[in-house]
């Protein structure tokens, strides 16, 4: 079964920077940033392939984010530059793992983002940009 524990938001000024961070465990196929601002559906940010590396923007998010993931300490990050108030969200790690698992049960996807179906959540972490 996949845990996610998000660390990392908080409160800077446009043109800023932050870096969120995800620790990880159990396998999975794909790893991913989610946000969701007030009023408005979740959109997938980032993501990455966890066999081969590869990566996945937004539109909005290419040139300003970069998303990485530190295999030893199984920590995902998304590095966030040139912050704008748009950014301002709700942004969630997630993870494409199999659907069913002994200790977890079955466990359906809930949203795409790239090549993979995403089917855990972590708690969320709180990212406000001001002007």
């Known amino acids: 079964q996949v845990q996610l524990v998000e660390s990392g938001g908080g409160s800077v000024q446009a043109g800023g920077s932050l870096r969120l961070s995800c620790v990880t465990s159990g396998y999975s196929y794909c790893l991913a940033w989610f946000r969701q601002a007030p009023g408005k559906e979740r959109e997938g940010v980032a993501s990455?392939?966890?066999?081969?590396?590869?990566?996945t923007y937004t539109d909005s998010a290419k040139g300003r984010f970069t998303i990485s993931r530190d295999n030893p300490t199984n920590t995902l990050y998304l590095e966030m530059n040139t912050l704008k108030p748009e950014d301002t969200a709700m942004y969630y790690c997630a993870a494409s793992a199999p659907s069913f698992s002994w200790s977890g049960g079955y466990r359906p996807s809930t949203a795409r983002f790239g090549r993979c179906d995403y089917n855990y959540w972590g708690q969320g972490t709180q990212v406000t940009v001001s002007s």
């Open positions: 990455i392939e966890t066999e081969g590396g590869m990566t």
